[in-house]
């Protein structure tokens, strides 16, 4: 059985995944930082994008595979793939944009609203297809 929808997610995560990495490394070799953020704005931001990817990706990709491998709705599956990478590099987006304290950048709000619209969406989805299935 292929799962397309959580191969292409997981893919273009991991590509993510990667871009962000490179760049917290790339803040950390600026600033000669082995460990924390020394307070610097693009490190942290850097960091962050990365982690908060880390954070997401995987659960999203789970649950996807999941509803994929009980052959759910592939049309849905892919536009609620599609929301979370979009809502991810959104999130990428806001999290270099300067922005005022205590105020979101548009995009990290869209990433937000986006990656948390997709998970409740996606973990109720499964609640449900478990709750429908005679165990």
């Known amino acids: 059985m292929t799962l397309p929808v959580t191969a292409f997610v997981a893919a273009v995560c ?3 995944l990667l871009v962000t990495a490179i760049d917290t490394v790339r803040q950390r070799l600026r600033l000669k930082a ?14 962050r994008a990365h982690g908060n990817l880390a954070e ?9 595979g999941l509803l994929e491998t009980v052959r759910a709705n592939h049309m849905v599956l892919m536009i609620l793939g599609a929301i ?7 999130h990428i987006v806001g999290l270099y ?8 950048p ?4 869209v ?10 969406a996606l973990s109720l989805w499964t609640l449900w297809v478990l ?4 165990l």
């Open 111 to 120: 990433g937000v609203v986006a990656t948390f619209g997709v998970l409740a």
């Open 56 to 64: 997401y990706a995987p659960i999203t990709i789970i649950l996807l």
């Open 84 to 90: 979370f990478l979009i809502g991810r590099v959104g």
């Open 97 to 104: 944009t300067p922005s005022e304290p205590g105020k979101a």
């Open 131 to 134: 709750g429908t299935q005679n």
């Open 14 to 16: 991991a590509l993510l």
């Open 106 to 109: 548009l995009g990290r709000q």
């Open 34 to 47: 082995a460990f924390g953020d020394h307070g610097d704005a693009k490190l942290i931001s850097a960091s």
